[in-house]
């Protein structure tokens, strides 16, 4: 199973809204030759760490790719920067974000290229669409489910369900 993140916290014209933004965002993945399988509904989040952002439109999809794993996270940054996403700090808002979270199990920490995504396993924001779209899934290292996981989160990271 490969698993990728979308998030938004800020429109990406000529969208006018993050969820906008994230849904087009989706259609932009299929349209680069990485077919989504499946995807979650929507989610707003609050920015972690928390800040006066604006808070995210979140989800999760299932994908399937002839990519390698670094050259399908290529594609992804290349999208992120065709709806204008600019990667020159940590923890800003952004038009898009597209994480690769798992790529079929594999364990991988290079430069440039971590499996699974370091920080999947802490964000709140990550694991209820996750739960959501596959409940049977589990943490290539720790073994647990996104349930599981979630059970373990310190109270915070308000998300809520918004549709779709």
């Known amino acids: 199973m490969i698993l990728i993140g979308i998030g938004s916290n800020l429109p990406a014209p000529p969208a006018e809204t993050r ?20 995807h979650s509904g929507w989610y707003l989040s609050e920015p972690v760490p928390v800040s006066d952002q604006p ?3 979140n989800g999760v999809a299932i994908v399937a790719s002839d990519l ?7 594609r ?17 808002a952004r038009t898009l974000d597209l994480d690769l979270l798992d790529y079929e199990g594999l364990l991988c920490d290079t430069t ?3 499996l699974p995504h370091p920080r999947l396993h802490q964000r709140r924001f990550v694991l209820e ?15 647990l489910t996104a ?3 979630l059970a373990r989160l310190p109270p ?5 369900r918004i549709g779709g």
């Open 112 to 114: 440039t290229l971590v």
């Open 129 to 143: 669409p996750l739960r959501e779209i596959a409940p049977e899934w589990r943490h290539p290292q720790l073994r």
């Open 19 to 38: 969820l906008r933004t994230a849904m087009t965002a989706l259609d932009a993945v299929s349209a680069a030759g990485v077919r989504v399988d499946r």
């Open 55 to 57: 808070w995210f439109v």
């Open 76 to 92: 992804l940054l290349s999208l992120e920067a065709d709806f204008g996403r600019h990667r020159d700090s940590r923890n800003t």
């Open 68 to 74: 390698a794993p670094a050259a399908l996270l290529e």
């Open 156 to 160: 915070g990271q308000p998300v809520r």
């Open 147 to 149: 349930a599981e996981l």
